[in-house]
């Protein structure tokens, strides 16, 4: 770095800016930049203060690690932000870790020469020791939030992948999911042609920054951003393969763009060129996208490798695309082995005469869709459902799903464990709410349920499932996790592990099956060499599985009855027992007092289920905590195997979402 540089980023920084030329002076002489690789450790948490450091290009990630060594994010610091003085100034190690988020420079000034500044510049000292101060009394040094940026990147190893219109419709599904800053960075060879423009109505006259000839000043960046009529904006860049640096100024104008935008999205060629490999390293998520066929499959599996092993890149961080513009007849775990790698999102076919702006012009398309799902996950937008437990209580989820379908409240990601499970599968099948309040018709009379309960010795459970297995199919088919509408975790219980098995991807009516198995009424589903039972074993409301995922947003449903629902329900029945029998006649409801009173009589199966509710209530009860939102349908004076009144189960579900709207509108708006 030339002095007269290092002299002119030091006026630049705003700490130093009202220093006079002495001091400013000073400061040239007693400092250095020091570069640090994209991923590179700057300083660890527990390591003695040795440098003040000042972001010059590039950004820097401040963290810390929890209990479980996680490293928890705590702030994101952009150009002309300074970090590693609190612990300078109070002479203790530091509390905190930082790391370069991709390639920076850093003005760094060693301890002793920090402390030689401060007394030749005691407004200096003043300003951060009021900054230290505030920090302290507010405590906020582990909680301070601060503007986060994201920086995706969407490429392809060959041309005609779609890759275009899916890094416009990204950016325009981000903007619309997230209402955050959002612009494209379309960058393309010197003797290329931009796409963007014709596909965004830009025209033909727009403004493109060469990284060749441009200066080190990109004070005038700004000026050459096309302002996009739908939200998002968009800035052209040309670059000369041969000239080393125009990736140092790619990233310089980074540093430019993440104080303003919250997401930036790279639009890179289909060049495998060192710049837009070496571009590619300062990603934060890489967006490959890739045709099902097996030669596009293959070029797909070699680039990942070369992601991997030649610039190191984290596989977590990569995020594979199958757009479906070609035929193939590879399965999708065919298209996975081909890969070698998991495949993020799949991007059907787009319909003839389509806009490319699909998200905004077809937004109930099959494309748009997957875009929207893909911007929420990308945007830490996603909705996540649970189901829980409650056999004919379960119903109640029906009416739920009925509110969500009428609302359009988004779910990006649903949940259930036993009855939960089955009604989930059938939504996320395609079945709307409606058709599968019709599927439950089928025990329109009480005596219907041993329909499905086909008796068998005792030995690990005195229901074989059969009969449960035949009704499901005629509804579930062969389908797998693949043919889902939207993602599906399905949970079941390795009692003998005592651990949770969680189902997403095979055959998706084992998966159910598993979920089902009640321990002691029906036999264990054999799975490779696991005994496996019902979910609710374990998570009677599945939270936890979308918790783990990511799913910061969750609405759960629990069906299951506290204790006290419990006591009020045999309190309930009690009553309606003691109606005399000259009422009961002359209402006809001698049949509903005999039904009552078996009901009430203490029978094996009966028991099971009460013993398990008693302890699937507790459960649940802790579930619950890791929800935004609980739905608890009130269910008093309902048996838990009346599945002949499934219509009454889901009117109650849907009474009880209609009364938490506000609430639940709340928390996916926040």
């Not at 889902?484 to 079941?492: F, T």
């Not at 009692?495 to 189902?503: A, G």
């Amino acid at each position: 770095m030339e002095y007269a540089d290092k002299a002119l980023i030091i006026k630049e920084i705003p700490l130093f800016s009202k220093a006079n030329k002495e001091q400013q002076a000073l400061l040239n002489e007693r400092s250095k930049v020091a570069e640090f690789k994209k991923g590179q450790l700057i300083y660890e948490e527990g390591s003695p203060a040795s440098f003040f450091y000042c972001v010059i290009s590039g950004r820097v990630e401040i963290f810390m690690h929890q209990d479980n060594n996680a490293a928890k994010a705590l702030e994101y610091l952009h150009r002309g932000q300074y970090f590693g003085m609190i612990s300078l100034l109070t002479g203790e190690p530091h509390s905190v870790s930082a790391r370069a988020l991709n390639d920076c420079r850093l003005l760094v000034i060693k301890k002793e020469d920090f402390d030689f500044i401060l007394k030749r510049i005691p407004e200096m000292a003043i300003g951060l020791s009021q900054t230290l101060s505030r920090r302290l009394k507010n405590k906020d040094i582990h909680q301070k939030s601060v503007f986060e940026s994201m920086v995706v990147s969407v490429f392809s190893s060959y041309s005609q992948a779609g890759k275009s219109i899916y890094a416009l419709n990204l950016a325009l599904g981000l903007y619309k999911e997230t209402g955050k800053s959002v612009i494209i960075l379309d960058v393309a060879p010197k003797d290329k042609v931009h796409s963007l423009p014709s596909r965004m109505d830009l025209g033909r006259e727009f403004k493109i920054f060469d990284l060749a000839s441009a200066a080190s000043d990109y004070s005038h960046v700004k000026q050459l951003i096309e302002r996009d009529k739908f939200g998002i904006d968009v800035l052209f860049f040309a670059y000369d393969p041969d000239d080393q640096t125009c990736l140092r100024k790619l990233v310089d104008i980074f540093t430019f763009l993440v104080n303003d935008y919250n997401y930036l999205v790279l639009d890179l060629p289909s060049l495998m060129d060192q710049f837009v490999f070496k571009a590619l390293n300062q990603s934060d998520y890489i967006h490959i996208l890739t045709s099902p066929d097996t030669v596009d499959l293959r070029r797909t599996h070699n680039l990942i490798e070369r992601l991997k092993y030649d610039f190191h890149f984290q596989e977590n961080k990569i995020k594979i695309i199958v757009n479906e513009y070609k035929f193939s007849k590879l399965t999708h775990l065919q298209q996975i082995d081909f890969l070698g790698h998991n495949v993020f999102a799949t991007l059907p076919r787009i319909e003839l005469l389509s806009s490319d702006r699909i998200v905004l012009d077809g937004p109930e398309s099959e494309y748009a869709r997957v875009i929207r799902r893909i911007a929420r996950q990308v945007g830490d937008r996603l909705v996540g459902l649970a189901l829980g437990v409650g056999v004919a209580y379960g119903f109640c989820h029906i009416g739920v799903l009925k509110v969500i379908e009428e609302e359009k409240i988004p779910i990006d990601v649903i949940a259930g464990s036993s009855m939960g499970a089955i009604i989930a599968s059938l939504w996320a099948t395609g079945h709307s709410s409606a058709q599968i309040l019709k599927i439950t018709q089928e025990f329109k009379e009480p005596k219907y349920v041993w329909s499905l309960i086909d008796l068998t010795l005792p030995f690990a459970g005195f229901i074989k499932g059969n009969k449960l297995h035949n009704f499901l199919k005629r509804y579930l088919g062969s389908k797998t996790f693949y043919d889902l509408k939207l993602p599906l975790k399905i949970v079941a219980s390795d009692v003998k592990e005592k651990e949770p098995i969680i189902f997403e991807k095979g055959p998706l009516l084992d998966a159910v099956m598993a979920s089902c198995a009640m321990p002691g009424v029906f036999r264990p589903f054999a799975f490779k060499e696991a005994a496996l039972f019902d979910g609710g074993v374990i998570h009677p409301l599945p939270t936890e599985p979308l918790f783990m995922m990511g799913i910061n947003k969750i609405i759960a449903v629990n069906v299951t009855p506290t204790r006290q629902d419990i006591i009020s329900q045999r309190e309930f029945l009690k009553r309606e027992l003691s109606i005399t029998y000259e009422t009961v006649k002359k209402r006809r409801w001698f049949d509903l007092k005999n039904y009552l009173r078996g009901k009430f009589k203490t029978n094996i199966l009966d028991s099971i289920f009460s013993s398990i509710e008693y302890m699937q209530s507790e459960l649940a009860q802790r579930e619950a905590g890791l929800a935004d939102i609980v739905l608890h349908p009130s269910t008093g004076g309902m048996h838990w195997l009346e599945l002949s009144r499934a219509k009454e189960f889901a009117r109650i579900g849907e009474e009880e979402t209609r009364k938490n709207l506000d609430r639940i509108w709340k928390v996916i708006n926040e």
